[in-house]
């Protein structure tokens, strides 16, 4: 092995207090940032961890991910990797789900998205809430009509419930072994637990009488002429939308925090949608909405709700003239690379127009709002929608408000939030 291995990395080196924790822990992005400035685009932050934001060297780590690299281990189960079956059987799960999620299948489902996203808004007028509590909600349920005809009662609950779980043993952060008694592990097992037997009995009924053509997930799976395991249908129904709700709810209270605080931008918004048919909203928001679209990117490149993101090296792995040893985790953050001027032009002033011209307003790799490679967001162009959706439903059906937005910081846990929003929705005439 080449004797820069992870120990000649550079990186912040304060013994076993590990005092650069706490500043971390104070301001996360900033404390990565002054390390970047300092150590270079590969630094090692503590033993076993080394932080990357070269964009290059993160799209070869993305790109060899279940070669190279795999996903963080979950904590709950010892840190230990998946194993090859595992894996397989992951993708066998993200194949199972793609009737729903392909972009070319997105056109006919998306006015149940529309419905339902519809209906989440209007139960959100007149009272004051927080949008990086309600979005969770709102997303579970714009979701679910593209996977069930009939959603079963309850299982909202048991996904929002699970993503909590899952949320708490993220912030945790500390591998427990398999072996050892886990109230936490418990937790997130019954949750999980609690998601299968709310989908297991639909799987049950077999094929549906109508002979029309399947539309919903579930429809799809049931008509298969291969019969798909019960497993791989359930986590195809259950955790494929359980992995969404944190990206997407994020994203989802970011978008009315940037509508909300550019109403100029908001107005050229409302235009845009009242000038565009309303058929080709529904069903195709990216074509109908350009502006709009250039809108949602740049809300997800200023705040990108997976501002963290991670791979633990099976093997070891070459990031630039540093050999990565096997078994340490590989982070990298998207947030960071959105706002590094070395890869955009002003990356702190929040511009969509910088997307509406014909090339990339950035360097190749230094967009990554939904990750990418083998293991990207399953359901980026279904999100992409929601967002745009939900723009277009506030534009033409409600008025925003949300005074204070002076006071509402940037939240950097497992998910990028806005900290402090409160906002209110008012009927306005509708289309």
């Known amino acids: 092995m080449s004797k820069r291995t992870a120990e000649a990395i550079p990186g912040p080196r304060n013994g076993v207090f590990g005092r650069h924790l706490d500043e971390y822990e104070s301001r996360p992005a900033g404390f990565l940032e002054d390390c970047r400035r300092r150590y270079g685009d590969v630094f090692r932050f503590d033993t076993d961890v080394v932080v990357v934001t070269d964009p290059a060297e993160i799209t070869k780590v993305l790109v060899h991910t279940n070669r190279d690299c795999v996903p963080n281990a979950n904590p709950l189960h010892g840190g230990r990797f998946p194993t090859p079956e595992q894996t397989r059987q992951w993708m066998r799960t993200r194949q199972a789900a793609l009737p729903v999620l392909r972009p070319a299948a997105l056109p006919e489902l998306l006015p149940l998205v529309s419905a339902a996203l519809a209906g989440e808004l209007r139960a959100l ?27 079963p009662p309850g299982l909202a609950d048991a996904l929002l419930t699970a993503f909590a ?9 500390i591998r427990i072994p398999s072996w050892w008694p886990s109230r936490l592990r418990r937790r997130v ?12 009995p639909l799987l049950a009924e077999g094929r549906p009488a109508s002979g029309g053509e399947p539309v919903t997930l579930l429809e799809h ?12 249908a359930q986590a195809a129904l259950g955790i494929t939308v359980l992995g969404a709700i944190g990206t997407m709810g994020g994203a989802w209270s970011w978008l009315l925090y940037h509508l909300a605080t550019h109403p100029g931008l908001f107005d050229r918004i ?30 997800l490149r200023f705040h990108p709700p997976a501002w963290l993101l991670g791979r633990d090296a099976v093997t070891d792995v070459t990031l630039g003239r540093w050999t990565v040893p096997r078994g340490t985790a590989i982070m990298f953050s998207p947030y960071l690379l959105h706002h590094d001027e070395r890869h955009w032009k002003e990356p702190e002033r929040f511009d969509p127009a910088r997307w509406l011209g014909d090339d990339p307003p950035h360097a190749p790799g230094a967009y990554l709002p939904f990750a990418a490679g083998p293991r990207g967001c399953l359901g980026t162009h279904l999100g992409m929608a929601i967002l745009l959706l939900t723009a277009a439903h506030l534009a033409t059906g409600h008025d925003l408000d949300a005074p204070g937005l002076d006071r509402v910081r940037p939240l950097f846990g497992p998910t990028l939030i806005p900290e402090g929003m409160s906002c209110r929705l008012a009927a306005r005439h509708r289309r």
């Open 125 to 151: 007028e007149g009272g004051w809430f927080d949008p990086a509590e309600r979005a969770w909600r709102v997303c579970v349920n714009t979701m679910l009509p593209l996977y069930f005809p009939d959603p």
């Open 270 to 299: 409302r235009a845009e949608v009242a000038a565009a048919p309303a058929e080709e909203v529904a069903a195709r928001p990216e074509r109908a909405l350009p502006y709009t679209q250039a809108f949602v990117q740049e809300v």
């Open 189 to 200: 097992q019954r949750a999980d637990q609690s998601i299968r037997d709310h989908i297991a």
């Open 221 to 232: 799976l049931l008509t298969r002429d291969e019969p798909v395991p019960t497993d791989v």
């Open 165 to 173: 779980e899952g949320r708490k043993a993220g912030e945790a952060a």
